[in-house]
T-cell receptor, first 110, second 113 residues
Framework: GQQVMQIPQYQHVQEGEDFTTYCNSS?????IQWYKQRPGGHPVFLIQ?????EVKKQKRLTFQFGEAKKNSSLHITATQTTDVGTYFC??????????FGQGTILTVHP | DTEVTQTPKHLVMGMTNKKSLKCEQH?????MYWYKQKAKKPPELMFV???????INESVPSRFSPECPNSSLLNLHLHALQPEDSALYLC????????????FGPGTRLTVT
């Protein structure tokens, strides 16, 4: 079945440093979604990418979808302590099934 | 209102008990989902309901029984669970099941003793 690999598993940064997490799917995706889960919380939707080569920005966050629609990345510029949490990518199919990557746990040291 | 609510927040049950988890949304969404999440792991899809009909069952053991009484409600009936079933159970909804963002509830933290 579909597998979504995500790296790194953990990332520790100093506040102000940049952060990037990468996702790779074993199959071509219909779309890719990104979620953030704060410690003790639940996943919260960040963004969805649908088109090949798509790039979207949300303030300090930049999301990319690869040309082959099999990989994606999330880049955070100048991290803040409020960015702490686990970032999940999730590969979507046209019939609604999301396959989550393993997640990247981000720690930001002030 | 973009909220998905789940009750109870916490549940402790013995292996012979029967209990139910409840989920509710009032966003007019027509797809609802159950996920299981273990600590430091991603959510794992269990069931998908689309227009109140079960459309995906990810080979979940029969001790988990989903039910969708109407378009706003989703239940998960639990019976004869095992300790390894202890996890955070998340409900989610989306506009419909076709590639739309999912809104997650806060989850029910289940402990099976």
């Amino acid at each position: 079945g579909q597998q979504v690999m995500q790296i790194p598993q953990y990332q520790h940064v100093q506040e102000g440093e940049d952060f990037t997490t990468y996702c790779n799917s074993s199959t071509t995706l219909s779309n890719i979604q990104w979620y953030k889960q704060r410690p003790g919380g639940h996943p919260v939707f960040l963004i969805q990418l649908v088109k090949s080569g798509e790039v979207k920005k949300q303030k300090r966050l930049t999301f990319q979808f690869g040309e082959a629609k099999k990989n994606s990345s999330l880049h955070i510029t100048a991290t803040q302590t409020t960015d702490v949490g686990t970032y999940f990518c999730a590969g979507g199919t046209s019939y609604g099934k999301l396959t989550f990557g393993q997640g990247t746990i981000l720690t930001v040291h002030p | 209102d973009t909220e998905v609510t789940q009750t109870p927040k916490h549940l402790v049950m013995g292996m012979t008990n029967k209990k139910s988890l409840k989920c509710e949304q009032h966003m007019g969404h027509r797809a609802m989902y159950w996920y299981k999440q273990k600590a430091k792991k991603p959510p794992e899809l269990m069931f998908v309901y689309s227009y109140e009909k079960l459309s995906i069952n990810e080979s979940v053991p029969s001790r988990f029984s989903p039910e969708c009484p109407n378009s706003s409600l989703l239940n998960l009936h639990l019976h004869a669970l095992q300790p390894e079933d202890s996890a955070l159970y998340l409900c989610a909804s989306s506009q419909d099941r076709r590639a739309y963002e999912q809104y997650f509830g806060p989850g029910t933290r289940l402990t099976v003793t």
